[in-house]
C-alpha cells in the first residue's frame, strides 16, 4: 500500500500491461487447443467403426489372417512334394527335400509377420484410447465432427486407388466375370 | 489364328514378387519372351520399341497406376490395340466399370492361380 492511502484504496497493477507476455501465451495456448479440437472433430468418431484407426487395424487383421491362410497353401504343397520325393528316392529326393525344408523355414515369416502386426495394432488401438480422453477432455461434441461426407456422383481416378478390399465387401472373380460381360 | 507362344509379353508389377509370380506362370503355360517392368512409365518406355502381343499389369502403383498406363496405351496411335490384362487386388464394381471404359481386354482380381490367368489370357488371345 502506498503511504497516505486509505486502505479501501487498493490499486492493483493492471495485469495486462504488467505481465504481457503471460497474456500472449494463454492466447496462443487458446488458438492451440481450438486448432486440436478442430483437428479431432475432422477426424471423425475416433471410436466408430469408421474411423480411420478402426479401418487401419481392420485391415491389419485381414493381412494376418491371409498371410496365414497363404503359409498353410505353401506347406500343403510341400506336404504334396514330400510325398513324391518318397517316391522318387535317390538324390532327387534328398534335393526336393532339402528345397522343402527351405521352404518351411521360410514360411516362418507368417509367424514373425503376424506378430510385429499385433504389435501395431496393439499401438494403434493405444493411440485410439488416448484419443478418446482427448476428446473427451476437450468436449468434442459429435455435432462437430460435421456431416458424414456425402457420396461423390462421380468418382475420379484417385477414388478407385482404395487396395484388396476387406472380405466382405470384395467381389470374386467370377462376380468380376459376371461384371465384365454385362459392360459388353 | 493360333497364339504366337514366342511374342513378347510384359508383366507390369511394383512388387518384384509378383513380377516373378506372373512371369514364372507365362513360362510354365509356354510363352517365351516375357519382359517386366515394376514402374508404369518403364513399361511405357518399352512399349515405344518393342511390339508386344499382351501386357499384364497391377492396377495400384505409384506415380503411375495401372488405370493410367491403360488409358496412355488407348490414345497412342500405334499401342492402342495391344491387349491389356489388368491383375489387381481392387474388386470392387466400380473399379472394373472404370476399367473397361478405359478399354481393358481383361480383369483378374488377385489372388488368382494359374488356371484362371490362362483362361483369361485365353480369352484375349485365343486358345493355346
Redesign the interface.
Known amino acids: 500500500m502506498e503511504q497516505g492511502r486509505n486502505s479501501s484504496e487498493i490499486v492493483c497493477e493492471d495485469p495486462v500491461s504488467a505481465h504481457p507476455e503471460l497474456f500472449t501465451e494463454l492466447a496462443e495456448l487458446g488458438a492451440y487447443i481450438r486448432k486440436v479440437r478442430s483437428d479431432l472433430a475432422s477426424i471423425g468418431p475416433v471410436s466408430s467403426k469408421q474411423s480411420q484407426i478402426k479401418k487401419a487395424t481392420t485391415q491389419l487383421d485381414q493381412v494376418v489372417e491371409a498371410t496365414e491362410r497363404?503359409a498353410n497353401q505353401i506347406m500343403d504343397a510341400c506336404d504334396t512334394l514330400q510325398a513324391v520325393a518318397s517316391d522318387v528316392g535317390g538324390d532327387s529326393a534328398q534335393k526336393i527335400n532339402g528345397a522343402v525344408t527351405t521352404i518351411y523355414e521360410a514360411c516362418g515369416f507368417q509367424d514373425l509377420t503376424g506378430q510385429r502386426i499385433v504389435i501395431v495394432n496393439n499401438t494403434l488401438s493405444y493411440v485410439e484410447g488416448k484419443l478418446e480422453e482427448l476428446v473427451d477432455m476437450l468436449g468434442v461434441t459429435p455435432e462437430e465432427h460435421g456431416e458424414v461426407q456425402p457420396v461423390k456422383a462421380e468418382?475420379d481416378?484417385a477414388?478407385?486407388?482404395?487396395?484388396?478390399?476387406l472380405a466382405h465387401?470384395?467381389?470374386?472373380?467370377s462376380a468380376?466375370d459376371r461384371?465384365?460381360s454385362e459392360?459388353g | 489364328m493360333a497364339v504366337n507362344m514366342g511374342m513378347p509379353i510384359l508383366v507390369v508389377d511394383d512388387y518384384k514378387t509378383m513380377v516373378r509370380i506372373i512371369s514364372n506362370l507365362l513360362r510354365q503355360l509356354g510363352f517365351t519372351t516375357i519382359d517386366e517392368a515394376t514402374e508404369a512409365s518403364r513399361a511405357l518406355q518399352l512399349m515405344r520399341v518393342r511390339e508386344y502381343g499382351l501386357v499384364i499389369s497391377d492396377w495400384n502403383m505409384e506415380p503411375m497406376s495401372g488405370l493410367d498406363l491403360l488409358k496412355a496405351i488407348r490414345s497412342d496411335v500405334k499401342l492402342k490395340d495391344t491387349p491389356f490384362i489388368m491383375v489387381t487386388a481392387e474388386s470392387k464394381a466400380e473399379n472394373v466399370v472404370a476399367a473397361k471404359a478405359a478399354g481393358v481386354s481383361n480383369y483378374i482380381v488377385k489372388p488368382f492361380n494359374a488356371e484362371t490367368l490362362k483362361t483369361k489370357i485365353t480369352a484375349v488371345l485365343g486358345v493355346f
Open positions: 497363404a468418382l481416378d477414388d478407385l486407388l482404395n487396395g484388396p478390399a465387401e470384395a467381389n470374386d472373380q468380376i461384371l465384365l459392360l
